[in-house]
């Protein structure tokens, strides 16, 4: 009870005193947002905001009823803040349809970065991470664990008629950016969101670094810096791929190339997915 008076009282006041996020890495799942995350912490005009990378306020309904004062509870305060920025990162926020709406009434225009990943790729490696949920120590983790092979997975994504798992995977959905960067144009300017390619952080971080310090008004991250980024390896977690699910691959690249052409079109640009 005097927990919950306290929020009352401290809730409304924390838009007083408290700093709005700058900027938001919203997209996508499996695209390396953490590992940008870590690099962008690290540069001297940002501030490390909170605890989690993630709020999950405009995608989680319960945290978003709590109202803007939790939410900008999760930031340093106006005066910590000073010049620097602040952002969170949450890869599904591009992936929710009502999100981009609550965005603009909450943070009006903000800048926003995401970073897409061929859909094939984007969906094997969330599989593989689901799939490895069942081996984990924490509970909530392993009741979310996806228990099928990938083309069971698959298959019951593209077949309506076959009974979905508990918790909605969406692999195939969420490779859909052209319809997801529509709902966002929606509401923002396209000059309000940087879309980078997974490909660029993977194989020319210098370059997707500055592009991304441009974007938001900073300075370049150091060469040496950089580097040290370049030689940092992240544990990920190894599969050999079975003939079974090659097979599935090569569906799946078939089955993106109408969804991958709305993209390119909207942006202007073509990948090599």
Known sequence: ???????????????????????LVIGVQRAATTSLYRYLIQHPQILVTHKSRETYYFDNPGNHRKGFGWYVGHFPSKLRKGDKLTF?????????????????????????????????D????AWQMYHSYSS?????????????????AIEQEFNPELPLPK?????????????????????FDKNNILVLNFEQLSNDLGSALQQICDFLNIEPFPDEKIKQFQNEKYAAAKYVRSSGDEQVLERLKNYFVPFNEKLYELLGTRYTW
């Open 88 to 120: 969170e990162d949450s890869p599904s926020y591009l992936y929710y349809k009502h999100i981009p709406k609550l965005i603009k009434q909450d943070l009006g225009n903000i800048k926003m970065i995401a970073i897409l990943r061929n859909p094939v």
């Open 122 to 125: 984007r969906a094997y490696s």
């Open 136 to 152: 984990l120590p924490l509970k909530h983790l392993r009741e979310r664990a996806d228990q099928r092979t990938f083309a069971q």
């Open 1 to 23: 009870m005097i927990k919950q008076a306290i929020k009352k009282v401290v809730y409304p006041i924390y838009p007083i005193i408290k700093s709005q996020p700058d900027f």
């Open 167 to 187: 918790y909605p995977y969406n692999y195939l959905d969420r490779g859909k950016y052209g319809q997801q960067l529509e709902n966002y144009y929606t509401y």
